[in-house]
Structure formats: C-alpha cells, structure tokens
C-alpha cells in the first residue's frame, strides 16, 4: 500500500508540472498564432489512452509516463516530421515567426514551471507555515556512524555551526556542506569546543548515504507500535504495545546504543525484555543479519524535541515564499558543480523514477506532497533549460545563435541536432534508472 501511495503521489505531481510546463508553450504560440496540432500528457507511442480533437489541437492522455508535449506545426522537434518541413513555411507556422517570437514559446514552459514553484511555495507558507527542529534544540546532541566517527564526530557532540556559520534548521546541516564545499564543523563535545575538519572523502561519502548526521534520541519510552514486512521480533511473539526495557538485562540510556548491541550480537539469540499490560517478560529473539528486529516505535520529533512553526499570514506569506523558492533554485543549481567534481563522483548517485518517487512520503500528505511537486517543478524547469538538443534550451541556443549572427541554422542541421540530443537523453536517462536497479540489486 506504501508504494502504492508513493507512485499515486509521483504520477499526480509529475501530471501538474508536466501540463503547467506544455501549457506554457501551447499559450504563447497561441498569443503568436502558431498553430498547435498536438497538447499531450504523457507519450503516446503508437497509442493514446485518450484523446480528442477540439478545434485544430488534438489533446490526449499518453500511456507512456515520461512527461509530455506540445506539436507546434513547423518546428523540428521529437516528433522528426520531415514531411511537413518539406513543405513551403505557412503563415502559422513555428518557422515563420520571428525568432523573438519564436524564443518566447520555447522558454514560455520553462518560465511557468519557474512562477509556479513560487506559487505553490506561498501557497503552502500561507496554508500550512514552516515548521523546522531548531540546530539549537538538538538538546542530546547527534548520532552518526562509522564514517561520521572516521572525520572525528562523536555521538553525542551538539553542532554549534559549520565553517563557524550557525545554521538555524538542524535538517540543512547536511546540504549546507556538500553544497556549499564546507571545511569545518564547530562542536560541543561535554562543555569543550571541538574544531573538526570536513575533507572532501566525506563529501563523496555523504552522497551515497554514508555519514549521518542525526539527532539523538533517548532509548525510553519504546513502545512497539509496528512490526516490519520480515520481522523476527513478531515471530519471537513481541506484540503491539509493548514497552522495551532493554536487551539480555542491559539497559540503554540511547536509542543508537540500542541499535549498536544488535548489531555487535547479530548472530546469537538475545532476550529483549518487555513491559505488557505492567508484568514484565524476557522474550527469546534472533535479530537478522544487520542486527534488527523489524519493530517500529510511533515516537516523532515533535514528542522528543521543540520544534519551530513559523506561521504567515498572506502578504508575509508571498515574498517567504517567493525567497523560498529561489533559494531553492540556487540550491539545485550548486548540485550541478558537486555532480561534476571529480573528487565527490557524485555522478555515481544519481537516480532516475524510482529514486524520486521514493521521496514521497508513503502516507498521503498534501503539505509534503505540494512541497514536493514545487521542488520537481524548478527540477524540470532547469533541466529543460539546459543546451542540449531536444530540449527547450537546445532549441533557445539555436534561437540565441540565430539573433546574434542574424543566420538561422538549417533544418538538416537542425534535424541531427534533435537527433543527437536525443540519442544524449535517452542515455542519461538509462544510467539514472540504470543507477535504480543497481542499487535495489545491492539491498
């Protein structure tokens, strides 16, 4: 049912910015009086699940959920028409507008991806305000693993600031230093301060889920509210409602210290003692492999720490959000420099559908849901805008080349171009999904 859910979230919110994005292009070549033979959700390759003609545009749904397009008659796009460029340019045509006209309907989808990001971020400011765990509420410190502790972090230590930088939401720590290529970490560790240097090895580390940088928590209260698909805790007969104590006689002060005597005793039957109903009982069990009993607490920050809601009323709401949104465009534009750099290889992690319809959440939540779909709104918007043929940004630099040299390029060159392009997509999009597999594979 989880991933049910998390698919239902990913097509709906991929349907939203994939229409805003089209309708962007379909409404400026109307305003030019370019004619639209084609407005689709999804590809329709070979067959459509809908379609209808109304006026001179055939609309559809496509059963292919890999975006969507926009067929603007007299423009060398993914659809590879020679036919109709055999033919003499019609007044309504793409190749018979101005190349200011024409550079307008091809950046008009990028733009509304951009403006709608912004939209929804105030919307949801306005709806739903900001809530954050405050780096200064950390009250128990962080918990990190073997990495963490290779560059000399502690469980324990409470962040002060990065490269002497407070940062005030404790979950940007993590992107504020990869993003921004940061050298130092300032902890608190038992009333000392602790200068800890960042090396680029980290970096790289981060990105494949390595180094945590976590809140700790307190090991009580646990009390058992689910058991997992593989559950050797609900075969051994621990029930909902349970209330851990502790494991073999031993009791923990924290939760990751708890986590760390499964895993040390992974291979040998341990008695995990229980409250139930007041009466306590020491039941047999053999963790997995990785040290887990496939049980889960209901237990949420907001029980543990104090968390921060920032609440806005709707003219505080518009330029927070409006900040808001670039600040995440800058932000997925710093990603491009780690995905390139060398000594991060941060090209190794990238994912493709899988990857992110797994960032939705596996319960239907409309705040993180919209937060969502305006993050795959500006994702979109830059990639489409990036030069490279068969996308609107290869299109916009053929366009940029025209009204500088005052030449267009010729439709042969411009066929191989949204070849070439293409042949390029295709490819980065079997390693990203390619990437996907891999790592489902490794688990």
């Known amino acids: 049912m989880i991933i049910l859910i998390k698919i239902l979230q990913f097509l709906l919110s991929l349907s939203i910015i994939v229409i805003i994005h089209e309708f962007g292009h379909f409404i400026f070549a109307k305003i030019f009086k370019t004619r639209v033979e084609k407005f689709y959700l999804f590809f329709d390759a070979w067959f459509a699940l809908f379609k209808r003609k109304i006026g001179e545009t055939e609309y559809g749904i496509g059963w292919i959920p890999l975006g969507g397009y926009v067929k603007i008659s007299g423009m060398i796009d993914e659809s590879m028409d020679k036919e109709q ?3 003499p340019p019609q007044p309504y045509e793409f190749r018979s507008k101005t190349s200011g006209q024409r550079l307008m309907i091809m950046t008009a989808g990028v733009i509304f991806n951009f403006i709608s990001a912004l939209i929804i971020y105030v919307c949801v ?13 950390v009250k128990y410190g962080i918990v990190t693993d073997s990495t963490g502790y ?10 002060i600031s990065i490269d002497n930088q407070k940062i005030e939401n404790f979950n940007e720590i993590t992107s504020d230093i990869v993003l921004n290529n940061r050298k130092t970490i300032q902890v608190d560790r038992n009333g000392e301060l602790i200068n800890i240097a960042i090396p680029v090895e980290f970096i790289a580390r981060l990105l494949k889920g390595n180094g945590k940088i ?7 209260p646990y009390v058992i509210s689910a058991f997992g698909k593989v559950s050797p805790g609900k075969a051994a007969g621990l029930q909902e409602g349970d209330e851990l104590t502790g494991v073999d006689g031993n009791s923990f002060e924290w939760f990751d210290e708890f986590q760390k005597y499964l895993s040390d005793n992974s291979s040998r039957s341990l008695t995990v003692n229980v409250i139930r109903k007041g009466e306590q009982f020491n039941i047999p069990v053999v963790p997995t492999s990785e040290g887990m009993l496939g049980i889960g607490s209901s237990r949420t920050y907001e029980q ?3 968390l921060r809601t920032i609440r806005y009323g709707f003219f505080e709401s518009i330029p927070a959000g409006i900040s808001k949104g670039f600040k995440t465009i800058r932000d997925y534009l710093k990603q491009f420099k780690v995905i390139f750099s060398k000594h991060t ?3 190794e992690s990238l994912g ?12 239907w939540d409309w705040q993180s849901f919209w937060n969502l779909t305006a993050l795959l709104s500006i994702i979109l918007a830059v990639m489409n805008i990036l030069p490279i043929p068969a996308l609107d940004g290869g299109h916009v630099m053929f366009l940029l080349y025209e009204v500088v040299t005052g030449r267009k390029p010729s439709d042969k060159f411009l066929e191989y171009a949204q070849i070439t392009g293409m042949v390029i997509l295709f490819a980065l999009l079997i390693f990203a999904n390619g990437n996907d597999i891999l790592r489902l594979i490794r688990k």
């Open 85 to 87: 460029m055999k033919q």
């Open 125 to 137: 400011l306005f709806a739903w305000g900001e809530t954050y765990l405050p780096t200064a509420n």
């Open 150 to 159: 290779s560059i000399g972090l502690r469980n324990g230590d409470k962040i």
């Open 214 to 220: 976590e809140p700790r928590t307190p090991f009580r």
């Open 304 to 306: 543990m720490f104090e």
């Open 345 to 347: 290889k941060a090209y």
């Open 352 to 363: 493709g559908f899988i990857t992110i319809g797994s960032i939705f959440p596996g319960v």
